[in-house]
């Protein structure tokens, strides 16, 4: 057989080379990076797999949520599996491992969480505050009241229906601690309800019964145009509602996903993010809903 010069079989080799890898019109082979419209860098720098998100209903009812979510998984590649619930049960959850992050606001649970070892890297996000709303008419006479602590008493005075969250949620503490703050003790009385329910769904209830609740303010402002209720008290100190995130300790729980946990925590704390947060709501309401924080001292209560 006779063999080829060499400058016969580079020749040869070059062309083998161009058919297996395609022309410029994009025949033949292509690489994946090429498949995908990605730079191959670019690709690599993407994660995958779930991040579950324990979280309370007020950031998804507020809308909150809609935003932030599917911008971190364009960014990260991360998919996230949102779990919205009380803060109680969300950090009950994640407490046992059934959730990689949490962001809540319930700051005597969340710091439980952590000296129980459950819960690492408590880190402040944002806040807003809570409100006593009810129906326009107000026939407690709440508006007219000079004091958080004498709105409560008005109402339990009058015995104008109530409706609680009662699901061990943030608000839900904090409703329970303003009762025993006044020395109030509504169970069992006729004019207290439970809804055992997120704060969306315990506002229709009380648009519904023309009755009193305690609400967080951004998902109030966020459903208000579908409510008969209005801010009947607000401003008290002892209002105020602070957010935080906090990482589910992976020593102690060894399958959650502390990449994806501390990737959502570095994500909402980021400056472009905070300015987004603390704009939310403000082109629909005139106001935000809530007030970002990170970096700053905790807010007084």
């Known amino acids: 057989m006779k063999r080829l010069s060499p400058a016969l079989a580079l020749l040869a080799f070059a062309a083998a080379f161009t058919w297996a890898c395609g022309d410029d019109d994009g025949n033949g082979a292509v690489t994946p990076a090429a498949t995908a419209g990605t730079p191959a860098a670019a690709t690599a720098t993407k994660a995958s797999g779930t991040v579950i998100l324990a979280t309370t209903t007020s950031t998804q009812d507020s809308g ?22 009380g803060s109680g049960q969300a950090i009950e959850q994640a407490s046992r491992g059934d959730a990689d992050v949490v962001f809540a606001h319930s700051p005597a649970a969340e710091k439980k969480m952590v000296d129980d070892g459950n819960g690492i890297e408590r880190v402040l996000v944002m806040h807003n505050d809570f409100i006593i709303v009810g129906p326009e008419a107000d026939p407690a006479g709440v508006k007219a009241t000079a004091s958080l602590e004498a709105a409560m008493q008005a109402i339990a005075t009058g015995k104008a229906p109530f409706i609680s969250r009662g699901d061990d949620s943030g608000t839900h503490a904090l409703e329970l601690k303003l009762w025993k703050a006044y020395s109030i003790d509504p169970a069992g009385q006729s004019w207290y309800e439970e809804s055992g329910q997120g704060m969306g769904a315990t506002l229709q209830i009380a648009n519904q019964k023309a009755a009193y609740t305690i609400s967080d303010r951004g998902t109030f402002l966020a459903q208000r145009e579908n409510l008969d209720l209005a801010i009947l008290s607000e401003g008290d100190k002892s209002l105020l509602n602070v957010y935080h995130v906090i990482v589910v300790n992976p020593e102690k729980h060894t399958k959650v996903n502390a990449a994806g946990a501390r990737a959502w925590s570095a994500f909402v704390v980021r400056d472009d993010v905070q300015k987004i947060i603390g704009e939310f709501g403000v082109d629909k309401f005139g106001e935000p809903l809530f007030f970002a924080d990170a970096g700053k001292p905790e807010p007084a209560q």
């Not at 932030?68 to 599996?81: H, I, N």
């Open 64 to 85: 909150l949520l809609d935003v932030l979510v599917p911008m971190f998984q364009d960014e990260t590649g991360y998919t996230v599996k949102t779990i919205a619930v």
